[in-house]
């Protein structure tokens, strides 16, 4: 089973702590990654199932990630914070680090 598969079942009906859990985890493999990753402009070829083969470097991947994680928090806001009857909050990644330099330890 694909990284992607475990985790999708790992969510699949956890609470919030959980998510949370598993949240940090994926950041941390994320970091360990960029550590150890010299070379993030050198050319690759990625193969995917449905679109074939794209030539783009590691970087760019990193930019998709940041940017997706974006608009996914975009869509949480919008279906369940506004349907519940709740104002929207900020989704913008520089946000989150000002929150984070503020938080103690």
């Not at 919030?16 to 940090?24: E, I, S, T």
């Not at 493999?29 to 074939?52: C, N």
């Not at 519940?84 to 989704?91: M, R, T, V």
Request: charged share 25%; proline share 5%.
């Amino acid at each position: 089973m694909s990284a992607i598969g475990r985790l999708k079942r790992e969510v699949k009906g956890a609470g919030p702590d959980r998510v949370k859990q598993l949240y940090g985890e994926v950041a941390e493999g994320y970091r360990a990654f960029l550590k150890r990753e010299e070379a993030l402009d050198q050319a690759l070829t990625v193969k995917h199932p449905r679109y074939g083969e794209l030539k783009t470097r590691p970087s760019d991947l990193v930019e998709h990630v940041a940017n997706l994680g974006t608009y996914h928090r975009g869509h949480i806001t919008a279906m369940l914070l506004r349907q519940q009857g709740h104002a929207g909050i900020p989704s913008n990644y520089v946000i989150s680090l000002y929150k984070l330099q503020q938080e103690p330890g």
